[in-house]
Each structure stands twice: as structure tokens, then as C-alpha cells.
């Protein structure tokens, strides 16, 4: 059994790194984790922050270097990838606005100094979300990604210390081009899972790749591994950690099957089982973390570190533990926040007020990550849209196929009835029996029914509907723009409270169909 710990200050001291997504973390050893850039909001970041393990420290160290335009280090970006080798941090690619980028870095960790690296031999392309792992300690392999206009499936094999970048030619089978996957190195085999394939799909297949050590003599091969056991639903911007004698999968973003419109965000834990060749769900006794992508989870002995991370509206700055069952942090589990409830420390804060006033941003670097990988970036607008049932098309034609018959204009009896059908059937409906096509009609009923029912007591202002609701620890889905911002874990208080509200206008009384609305 393990257990997630929110992290607290005890924990710590120093300086914490501010919320982040897009960002990599890599151990130096047993010694420390070095953070390095991301994305926030519209700003991509190029700090370091460092977990001193043993102190229990964050600092930001004063790094030197030279880069080729005279800059001290790299310049900010996310999605970029990051190993280390010894002391040693290499990083290349990402992105920075709208720009891939292909320059080459090492941060020695000894000295906290740069140096950007001219490297020769087979170059990769510019990219971002690509995968790459260390063999060993000397070389790093590195696969697929996206250059802006095309999904990537190459590899490519770094020797870090000639700086020779080698393309390796594999006859036969070979995975989809993607981005946004993992790509980790497990002894003699270098293991890829999922990410986002060229035309967009999002992948669950699981590859590994042999002939990637010298000693072994291996001509390079890909081979589709098909597992037993539970094993992870498709995703990208995932982490994969390796731990013992497992990998432990976290997180990342996927859609909604065949809907892809509904963003779905993940918070399970996911073991591949070296011993046994399976997948397994790892045993957790308590809430985990709010689901989010593009994290960071870190191994520090027998427990895991997770840093930030995105979830289609907020960028997270919270640090969670992932510990075992009879470690002391285990103990504090009950005391820790049921759900993903940030503090004062630059943490990320969702608040309904702050998003009733936020006005709808322009488009930029973020809405283009979500072109590429399907991120839904859903920002509320000034005021909601509170659409009848006869103008919400989408809700009058699931009706019609419930009843059989298409509602025409000026058939108000039987547009009634549709209406009352529909809500009949919502009203014996379980969570897990609602196709995710129904979250849409479902959302704006409940909202609309909400603004409706309270309209005599308060006024038909929107804004004044808004005030009012502030107060209410019920109504907790009536801002949201639409369904994209609804989670699988909200869709039974989403039902619940649906439910709630038809019970309470059947005994007030009030009328719920057009017809009555309209009078």
C-alpha cells in the first residue's frame, strides 16, 4: 500500500520553485534533483531550482557559462528533454513561443556552469516533446517528438563525450511517429509508451528496442510488447519512473474516445512489473493529487516526488510524496488535503470570481499546444450563456432519439415531451452509464435549470446568479464554459447534483419545460 502526502513545510526549506508545466527534473545522483525551465501562464522559464536530498534544501544556484550568442545558459523553454550522466545535465530541443528548438546544453552540477555543445555527426531536427533516456554512462538515446509540421519517429544515439549524434537505421517493425511519450532505459532495452501519433490519435502501445549496447552485439530491433494486467488507457504527457524492481506510470492527458473534444486528465498509478512482465495498479489508500500532464515525478529512495504539472486550466506549483506504507510521511496522510486545495505560495489557485472576470485570451504559444496535443486550455468568460432548450440543438436531438421522433418548429407539445424524456432518462441514469456525447446537453440543463429556478428570488441578472452562487457549496459545475472543463471524477457530483435540482423543482412546483418559461 502506499499513500500521497501532501508536502509541507517541514518538509523543506529554501526557496521553492514557482508552478510550472513542460519542465524537467533529473537526479544527480543520489544527491540532488535539478528543476530546469517550463511554462507558466504565457511565460517559458529557464531557472534552475535544486532539491538538495540530504539538507532537505531548494536553492536556485548562480550558474556561469557561454552560449554562442554570449548568453549564460539556455534560453527559456518547455517540453524540451533532459538527462543526466554523472554530474552532468544534457539538454536539447523544446520549445520557447512558438519556436522548436534544436541547440545543445550541459549544466555541470559541480560547478553550476553551462556550456552549449557543437556537436557533429547525424543532427536531429529542431523538436519538442520528444523522449530520451541515458545508456549507461556515456551515451543518450533519444526518439520521435515533433518538428511543427510532422510527428517524428527517428532515433538518434548521443556519445557524450565525442558529441557524435549517430541516426539508427531499424529494419522491420517500428513504432508510429508520436510526441509527448516516455522513452526509458531498462537495462539492455530501451521501453516507449504512448504519446500522440501522427493525425493525432492518442496511443497506449508499448514498445521496446534492443541493440543499444556495444557489448551485447545486438542488431537494433523494435518488438510491440502486448502485456497482461490493467494495463494504462492512452496518454500522452505522462512520466514513467523507474523504482526497484518497477516502472511506475503517473498521469498525463487523454481524450474522451471518440469525442475527442472532452480532454480527460489522469492521477492514477500505473507499476510495470519487471519480474512478472505485467501491468498492476498500484495499491493506494488515500486521495491522490489533483490529475494533471506534463509533470515531474522524481525517485528519492523509496518515495516519489511529484512537481507540478498541467490540467487544462491551471499550472500547478504543488510538491506531493508518494510513499510507502510504514514511512513516516505515510503517517500524515489523514491530514493531508483531500483534494488539490493550493496555499499561499505561489501555488495555483482556482477561484470562480477571478474566473467570472477573466476575459478570453489571445491566441499564443499555449493555443497552439493545444492544437498539437489536444490540450484543452478552457478559460470562463464574462458571463455565461444561458441557452433555452429550443435554441440548444444539441440537447433537442439526443431528446429525439430517446423518443423516436424529430421535433419541428411550432410543435410545442411534443418539444415538451422531448424535454421531459430526456430529463427522465438523466434522472435514472448512473455515472458510468452516460456516453461522454451526453456531458454537453447535460452541463447547459443544469445550468440552465439552476438559473431558472432561482430567476423569482434573485432577479434575472446573471451576474446577480453568479453572486448568489458564490455562496453555495452545491452549484459547483454552473461556471464552466463547457463540458471540456468537466474531469471523469466530476461527472457523479455533475449527475448528483442534476438530480437534486429536477427533485427540488418538482416540489416547489415550478414549471421546467419551455412552455411554462415562456408564458
Known amino acids: 500500500m502506499h499513500y500521497w502526502v501532501r508536502a509541507s513545510a517541514a518538509d523543506f526549506s529554501g526557496t521553492l520553485p514557482q508552478p510550472r508545466s513542460g519542465h524537467t ?282 512537481f507540478g504539472g498541467f490540467d487544462g486550466k491551471l499550472t500547478f506549483g504543488d510538491m506531493w510524496w508518494l510513499v510507502p506504507e510504514g514511512d513516516p510521511i505515510a503517517k500524515r496522510f489523514i491530514e493531508s488535503p483531500q483534494k488539490n486545495v493550493p496555499d499561499s505560495k505561489g501555488m495555483a489557485v482556482e477561484n470562480i470570481q477571478s474566473a467570472l472576470k477573466e476575459s478570453r485570451r489571445e491566441n499564443d504559444a499555449i493555443s497552439e499546444l493545444q492544437r498539437t496535443l489536444g490540450i484543452s486550455v478552457s478559460l470562463s468568460g464574462p458571463v455565461l450563456q444561458i441557452l433555452d432548450e429550443s435554441e440548444d440543438k444539441e440537447f433537442i436531438e439526443l431528446g429525439s432519439r430517446l423518443t423516436g421522433e424529430k421535433v419541428s418548429s411550432g410543435e410545442q407539445g411534443l418539444l415538451n415531451q422531448t424535454i421531459e424524456v430526456l430529463r427522465d432518462h438523466w434522472r435514472t441514469s448512473t455515472p458510468s452509464s452516460i456516453p461522454l456525447k451526453e456531458l454537453g446537453p447535460l452541463l447547459r440543463d443544469y445550468q440552465r435549470l439552476i438559473s431558472r429556478h432561482h430567476l423569482a428570488n434573485i432577479g434575472s441578472d446573471f451576474q446577480s446568479i453568479d453572486l448568489w452562487l458564490l455562496g453555495k457549496e452545491a452549484y459547483r459545475f454552473y461556471h464552466l464554459k463547457n463540458a471540456s472543463q468537466l474531469r471523469m471524477a466530476d461527472i457523479p457530483e455533475l449527475l448528483a447534483e442534476y438530480k437534486k435540482i429536477l427533485a427540488e423543482q418538482n416540489t416547489s412546483g415550478q414549471g421546467a419545460g419551455i412552455e411554462e418559461h415562456s408564458v
Open 25 to 306: 527534473a533529473v537526479s544527480i545522483g543520489k544527491s540532488k534533483i535539478v528543476v530546469f525551465g517550463g511554462l507558466l501562464d504565457k511565460k517559458f522559464l529557464n531557472d534552475i531550482a535544486v532539491y538538495d536530498i540530504e539538507n532537505k534544501l531548494w536553492f536556485q544556484p548562480e550558474c556561469t557559462g557561454n552560449g554562442s550568442d554570449g548568453q549564460v545558459g539556455p534560453s527559456p523553454r518547455a517540453f524540451h528533454v533532459a538527462v543526466a550522466i554523472d554530474c552532468h545535465m544534457f539538454i536539447f530541443g523544446g520549445r520557447s513561443g512558438n519556436k522548436r528548438l534544436g541547440d545543445f546544453w550541459v549544466l555541470d552540477t559541480d560547478i553550476w556552469q553551462w556550456s552549449e555543445l557543437t556537436s557533429f555527426g547525424d543532427l536531429p531536427s529542431s523538436r519538442d516533446f520528444s523522449a530520451a533516456s541515458a545508456i549507461g554512462n556515456r551515451k543518450i538515446v533519444m526518439h520521435g517528438g515533433w518538428d511543427g509540421k510532422k510527428w517524428l519517429s527517428d532515433l538518434y544515439i548521443l556519445d557524450t563525450i565525442s558529441l557524435e549524434w549517430t541516426e539508427l537505421s531499424v529494419t522491420g517493425s517500428v513504432p508510429p511517429p508520436r510526441c509527448g511519450h516516455t522513452a526509458t532505459m531498462v537495462e539492455k532495452r530501451l521501453l516507449v509508451f504512448g504519446g500522440r501519433g501522427g493525425g493525432g490519435p492518442i496511443m497506449s502501445d508499448l514498445w521496446a528496442l534492443k541493440g543499444l549496447i556495444d557489448e551485447e552485439n545486438e542488431t537494433p530491433g523494435w518488438t510491440q510488447l502486448k502485456l497482461p494486467g490493467q494495463a494504462p488507457s492512452p496518454r500522452c504527457g505522462h512520466t514513467v519512473t523507474s523504482g526497484g524492481h518497477y516502472l511506475l506510470l503517473f498521469g498525463g492527458h487523454g481524450t474522451g474516445g471518440w469525442l475527442s473534444r472532452y480532454d480527460i486528465y489522469y492521477n492514477d498509478c500505473i507499476v510495470l512489473d519487471r519480474l512478472s512482465a505485467q501491468w498492476k495498479r498500484l495499491p493506494i489508500g488515500n486521495e491522490p493529487p489533483a490529475a494533471r500532464a506534463y509533470h515531474s515525478l522524481t525517485n528519492i529512495g523509496s518515495r516519489y516526488l511529484l
